[in-house]
């Protein structure tokens, strides 16, 4: 079964410093791969996607993600977190005309 | 174009009640998709729509659960004799079909079940 895995549960940065969240996905292909943030009291927002071609895809707020196939990895970048960053941060894939999230790095920034 | 909207946006009610959810989606969006998250969770998926069509049910919807999209605009999802396991927030997402990905989150109806 397709699964996405965040083994981080909390992040925490110092405002300024640079970020990077953690994301594994086990898929038999090359699957969509995207990262969502949410806010407190605010729904899900896209923040980037891949889907073929350029392995560093560039989002919204400044971030990036890399996707390695050797590592099925798509981890979430920025070069410097600001004290707004602050919020749950989720990888999810697709299947089957379906999202498929894993369960969130929340992200804690110190000033 | 004012997003995907829900309602209401929290409801409280007691073990054995039923509750009905609306979501209004964006409006040339064919797709309508519903999903439950729990503290500490990621969104799971519930079900989805393509215009009026129900087209996937997820097993975590279980028979006292039932969604539906009359017309193919705004969709309800109504829980019968709520459980304390209810107790989640309800996430609804819209999108156009030709690029199901890019789904369009609502604020979510946050449900506490007492």
């Known amino acids: 079964a397709q699964s996405v895995t965040q083994p981080d549960i909390h992040i925490t940065v110092s405002e300024g410093a640079s970020l990077e969240l953690r994301c594994n996905y086990s898929?038999?292909?090359?699957?969509?791969l995207f990262w969502y943030v949410q806010s407190p009291g605010q729904g899900l927002q896209l923040l980037l996607k891949?889907?073929?071609?350029?392995?560093l895809v560039q989002g919204i707020k400044g971030f990036e993600a890399e996707f390695k196939r050797s590592q099925s990895s798509f981890n979430l970048r920025k070069p410097s977190v600001h004290w707004s960053d602050a919020a749950e941060y989720f990888c999810?894939?697709?299947?089957?005309?379906?999202?498929?999230f894993g369960k969130g790095t929340r992200l804690h920034i110190l000033p | 174009d004012t997003g995907v909207s829900q309602n209401p946006r929290h409801k409280i009610t007691k073990r054995g009640q039923n509750v009905t959810f609306r979501c209004d989606p964006i409006?040339?969006?064919?797709?309508l998709y519903w999903y439950r998250q729990t503290l500490g969770q990621g969104p799971e998926f519930l079900t989805y729509?393509?215009?009026?069509?129900?087209?996937?049910k997820s097993r975590l919807l279980s028979d006292r659960f039932s969604a539906e999209r009359p017309k193919g605009s705004f969709s309800t999802l109504e829980i019968q004799r709520t459980e304390q396991g209810d107790s989640a927030m309800y996430l609804c997402?819209?999108?156009?079909?030709?690029?199901?990905?890019?789904?369009?989150f609502g604020p979510g109806t946050r449900l506490t079940v007492t």
């Open positions: 409006s040339e969006h064919n797709r």
């Open positions: 997402a819209s999108s156009p079909v030709a690029s199901f990905y890019e789904q369009y």
């Open positions: 999810a894939v697709d299947r089957d005309d379906k999202i498929i």
């Open positions: 891949y889907f073929s071609g350029d392995t």
């Open positions: 729509f393509q215009n009026e069509a129900q087209l996937e």
């Open positions: 898929y038999g292909a090359t699957p969509y």
